[in-house]
Every structure is written in structure tokens, then in C-alpha cells.
């Protein structure tokens, strides 16, 4: 049976890095199942790290947190115009983002229904163009904070290409800052403001600013081109399960496009598509690349690897949804033996088992 394992104390370590590389309070994003850690295990080596803010984007998210948190804050980074997830926010006591004018209204009215004052990050768009006032909209901004049922506690924006446009991340930070010291001098308290995301903590300086958003740093698989003291975190695993001989000529896999060009033995691994293994490349590493990187691969027909006792081995013909062939001829690998492969979290079906060892 496939599962997926993190190393708990080089999480522990990432976590102590992160923190110390910030200098500032970090807010812990466990969106997408905990950036496919689980949402409730990250979440509660996060809180045991000290960590007293979260973020989702997904309503559904707040029961499974509320089950490991008790006093910490639940940041919603979505701007909702639909009042039953501005329901669901306000009745939690969570942290709404505002990022339009209607969805002010929206959260103000259903807070007055229900007797509440719900906490707001305004959320300003610099760039990303998704949720957000735009800078030109400050005025509009700057009415919500005149709401009654609401009450603003902080501000921020998002960079889109922090991982590899510095000055443009740079401008845009100016830009929130801007748009903040208008809506300051208009006589509102915009609270905690907080622009840096894993990316830009890693590729870019003075973007802090009162606290930074960070989710896939804490795996370790961020993109970055700065060296960093992060783990890169997260391992498929199964048992080998059977193994066998198969004669040259022989076909493996679907469609028979692969062929044994010698006597070939082989092991079979009990994960594939169905568990995340062979889906796509990972996209950290994806984004690295140039075009005479992809080129150079495709040449070489870059090969797939399982690793097995601390050795890599190839796969054979094409990855099932539920098992793998891996060529382990010449060696003395053996039905039990761990088979090991390094995929992102991300891709990783959410109902396989996460391990903390």
C-alpha cells in the first residue's frame, strides 16, 4: 500500500529557518490539503512551532482547522460575494478578506444578521489580478472601513511572479505601500500589512514588511535560485511487491511500446498515476528550465527512476494508475523492499496516507 512520508524534524527545521529568515511573524498557509502534507498534521506542527495565524482559500477548510486550533487565527484569502461562505467566515469568528466593495456589503450585512463584528484583511490588487481593490479604487477601499459590522485588522496584496521578477516585485510592494499611506491618511488603521509569499521571502529583500504568507516553503519545494537551508520534504513509498523474469523481446506495459531488449528482470511497484507518480514533472523544477535544458532532455529521452534501497532504478514502459515496472535486473532487490519516489505533495492523490516519522 502506497503512502506518502515527511520527515517531521526536517519539517521542524524548515520551519525554524523560515521564521528566523523572516524576522517577522509568519502566517502559516495550509491551503490545498497543507500544501499536500494534510492540512490538520501541518497545521499542528505549525501551531507546536509557534505559528498563531493561518490561511485557506476553501470555507469547507475552517471545520478541519478548528479541529487542531483553539485561540489562533483563521485568515479566509478569498474575497467572497456569495453570503453563505461570508456566513460560514462570520459565524466562525474567522478573518474575511474585502476586496470589493460588494463583498463589504455582503460580509457587513450577514455579520449584522448574525450580531457579530467579523475581522477583515483588505485585500489591494497590484498586479495579480484576481481579489483586490485596484489602486485606482482607493476611494471605494477607503468607504468599507466605515462599515459597522466590521472590523479591519490588517491589509495585503499578492505577487505573481515573485519566483523570478524581482523589480517587478519590488514595484509592486511600492505600489501597495502607496495605496496603504492614501487609505492611512484618510483616518483608517489599516493593521498588519503583509505582502511576502515563499517566493518572495526567498528572491527578494524588504518585502516583509509586518508579516509574511508561507506555504510551500515549508516543504521545501519552492522556487528559488538562492541557495536556502531548506529540506526539500516528501517521499511516495510501497512495498516492492512481486517480482519476475521476462525474456528478450517481451512487452511491458500499456500498448506494448516498451520492449525488453535483454533478459530482464523486473519488480513490481504498487503506485502510479492514480497516487500522483508520473503525472507531470514537478513544477518547481519546470520552472527553471530553459529552452536548451528542454531540449537537451528530450534528446536524451530523460528516463523515469524508482529508487530501492538507496539505488535508482528505471521504469519500464508506461506508469499504470495503480502500479509500476521497474527494471532491476543484475541487482538483489526482493519482494518487501521499500520503493521510494520523490513527487510533490501537490500531485499526490489526497487520500493517500500521510506519514510524519
Same mark, same amino acid.
Request: with cysteine; glycine share 8%.
Given at each position: $500500500?502506497?503512502?506518502?512520508?515527511?520527515?517531521?524534524?526536517?519539517?521542524?527545521?524548515?520551519? =525554524?529557518?523560515? @521564521?528566523?529568515?523572516?524576522?517577522?511573524?509568519?502566517?502559516?498557509?495550509?491551503?490545498?490539503?497543507?500544501?499536500?502534507?494534510?492540512?490538520?498534521?501541518?497545521?499542528?506542527?505549525?501551531? !507546536?512551532?509557534?505559528?498563531?495565524?493561518?490561511?485557506?482559500?476553501?470555507?469547507?477548510?475552517?471545520?478541519?482547522?478548528?479541529?487542531?486550533?483553539?485561540?489562533?487565527?483563521?485568515? *479566509? $484569502?478569498?474575497?467572497?460575494?456569495? !453570503?453563505?461562505?461570508?456566513?460560514?467566515?462570520?459565524?466562525?469568528?474567522?478573518?474575511?478578506?474585502?476586496?470589493?466593495?460588494?463583498? +463589504?456589503?455582503? $460580509?457587513?450585512?450577514?455579520?449584522?444578521?448574525?450580531?457579530?463584528?467579523?475581522?477583515?484583511?483588505?485585500?489591494?490588487?497590484?498586479?495579480?489580478?484576481?481579489?483586490?481593490?485596484?489602486?485606482?479604487?482607493?476611494?471605494?477601499?477607503?468607504?468599507?472601513? #466605515?462599515?459597522?459590522?466590521?472590523?479591519?485588522?490588517?491589509?495585503?496584496?499578492?505577487?505573481?511572479?515573485?519566483?523570478?521578477?524581482?523589480?517587478?516585485?519590488?514595484?509592486?510592494?511600492?505600489?501597495?505601500?502607496?495605496?496603504?499611506? @492614501?487609505?492611512?491618511?484618510?483616518? +483608517?488603521?489599516?493593521?498588519?500589512?503583509?505582502?511576502?509569499?515563499?517566493?518572495?521571502?526567498?528572491?527578494?529583500?524588504?518585502?516583509?514588511?509586518?508579516?509574511?504568507?508561507?506555504?510551500?516553503?515549508?516543504?521545501?519545494?519552492?522556487?528559488?535560485?538562492?541557495?536556502?537551508?531548506?529540506?526539500?520534504?516528501?517521499?511516495?513509498?510501497?512495498?516492492?511487491?512481486?517480482?519476475?523474469?521476462?525474456?528478450?523481446?517481451?512487452?511491458?506495459?500499456?500498448?506494448?511500446?516498451?520492449?525488453?531488449?535483454?533478459?530482464?528482470?523486473?519488480?513490481?511497484?504498487?503506485?502510479?498515476?492514480?497516487?500522483?507518480?508520473?503525472?507531470?514533472?514537478?513544477?518547481?523544477?519546470?520552472?527553471?528550465?530553459?529552452?536548451?535544458?528542454?531540449?537537451? @532532455?528530450?534528446?536524451?529521452? #530523460?528516463?523515469?527512476?524508482?529508487?530501492?534501497?538507496?539505488?535508482?532504478?528505471? *521504469?519500464?514502459?508506461?506508469?499504470?494508475?495503480?502500479?509500476?515496472?521497474?527494471?532491476?535486473?543484475?541487482?538483489?532487490? #526482493?519482494?518487501?523492499?521499500?520503493?521510494?519516489?520523490?513527487?510533490?505533495?501537490?500531485?499526490?492523490?489526497?487520500?493517500? =496516507?500521510?506519514?510524519?516519522?
Amino acid at each position: $500500500m502506497s503512502r506518502y512520508i515527511i520527515d517531521i524534524n526536517k519539517l521542524k527545521e524548515n520551519i =525554524e529557518w523560515i @521564521q528566523k529568515k523572516a524576522s517577522v511573524p509568519v502566517i502559516g498557509v495550509v491551503k490545498g490539503n497543507g500544501y499536500g502534507f494534510g492540512i490538520k498534521e501541518l497545521t499542528a506542527v505549525l501551531k !507546536e512551532s509557534g505559528i498563531k495565524t493561518f490561511a485557506v482559500t476553501e470555507v469547507t477548510d475552517i471545520p478541519m482547522l478548528k479541529e487542531v486550533l483553539n485561540d489562533e487565527d483563521i485568515l *479566509v $484569502m478569498r474575497s467572497t460575494c456569495i !453570503e453563505e461562505e461570508a456566513e460560514i467566515i462570520a459565524e466562525n469568528g474567522c478573518t474575511a478578506t474585502i476586496g470589493s466593495k460588494e463583498a +463589504c456589503d455582503v $460580509m457587513n450585512r450577514v455579520s449584522a444578521r448574525l450580531g457579530v463584528k467579523t475581522k477583515c484583511h483588505l485585500k489591494i490588487d497590484t498586479g495579480m489580478g484576481r481579489y483586490g481593490f485596484m489602486p485606482s479604487e482607493v476611494n471605494s477601499a477607503i468607504e468599507c472601513y #466605515k462599515a459597522e459590522n466590521l472590523e479591519f485588522t490588517g491589509a495585503y496584496t499578492h505577487f505573481p511572479d515573485a519566483f523570478n521578477n524581482i523589480p517587478l516585485t519590488k514595484a509592486q510592494t511600492e505600489l501597495f505601500k502607496d495605496t496603504i499611506r @492614501q487609505i492611512e491618511s484618510a483616518g +483608517c488603521n489599516t493593521g498588519t500589512l503583509h505582502c511576502a509569499n515563499s517566493p518572495a521571502l526567498l528572491n527578494t529583500e524588504n518585502v516583509c514588511l509586518d508579516s509574511v504568507r508561507i506555504g510551500s516553503a515549508f516543504t521545501g519545494r519552492v522556487i528559488t535560485r538562492n541557495k536556502t537551508g531548506l529540506h526539500r520534504i516528501g517521499r511516495l513509498e510501497a512495498e516492492v511487491i512481486e517480482t519476475k523474469t521476462v525474456p528478450t523481446g517481451y512487452s511491458v506495459g500499456y500498448s506494448g511500446s516498451f520492449k525488453t531488449k535483454r533478459e530482464t528482470k523486473i519488480a513490481i511497484v504498487p503506485f502510479g498515476h492514480y497516487d500522483g507518480f508520473g503525472l507531470t514533472q514537478d513544477k518547481e523544477e519546470l520552472a527553471l528550465r530553459n529552452v536548451l535544458s528542454v531540449l537537451k @532532455q528530450y534528446l536524451q529521452k #530523460k528516463r523515469t527512476y524508482v529508487e530501492i534501497n538507496g539505488i535508482n532504478y528505471r *521504469v519500464l514502459g508506461k506508469i499504470g494508475l495503480s502500479h509500476t515496472a521497474v527494471d532491476i535486473t543484475g541487482s538483489d532487490v #526482493k519482494t518487501g523492499d521499500i520503493a521510494k519516489a520523490d513527487i510533490s505533495p501537490l500531485l499526490v492523490n489526497p487520500k493517500i =496516507e500521510r506519514i510524519y516519522r
